[in-house]
């Protein structure tokens, strides 16, 4: 897994460099991955808009400026992640903020689809969920572990709102998407911050 990662972290993009890539692939029509339906399409451009709004508009407690000063290693944030994707969308803006917030952490991305073996190290329940946040220590190049696809709030609303109508579908898709909008970041900012400081204890 170690020169899977090493790999991945080398071919990988910063922040801008895949907003740019995003962008490039929509001005000729297509989406990230080989699917270019106009359902991705769609989706993809939706994405970019609510990145420019929330890359905007993201802020950060005092309280976890503090915490964010007591972590003592270098990581890399290895994110996989699609441009088509809504909890991408909602979540590498946040990743980014807290990277630009923190010496300690430098962001980077890489494509699903161009990352087989990566993501077959990080399944989620078997499936292949993104964005998966992927904790590297700089100095060791170890694997110190992974986040994601959600923060434990939106993953609640998924998980109940199956249990009781047996399917995910576009009415509980619309609520997390809400869901995120009143979260303002915070609660993947407190998940992913405590996440780190716990992985130093």
Known sequence: MKSTVANAIFNSYSYSGYRKLVKNLLL???????????NLIRQSNLNDALMNHLDEILKISKENILKLDLIKKNYTWLVIAEGWCSDSAQLL?????????????????VLRYENENLMNFFLKDGSKSIPKLIVVEKESGNVCGSWGPRPQGAIELIKNYKEKFGKVDAIVKAELQMWYLNDNGFSTQNELIDFILDLEK
């Open 93 to 109: 803006p946040v990743f980014n903020f807290l990277s630009n917030e923190s010496k300690k952490i430098d962001f980077k991305i």
């Open 28 to 38: 000729e029509g297509k989406a990230t991955g080989s699917d270019h339906s106009e």
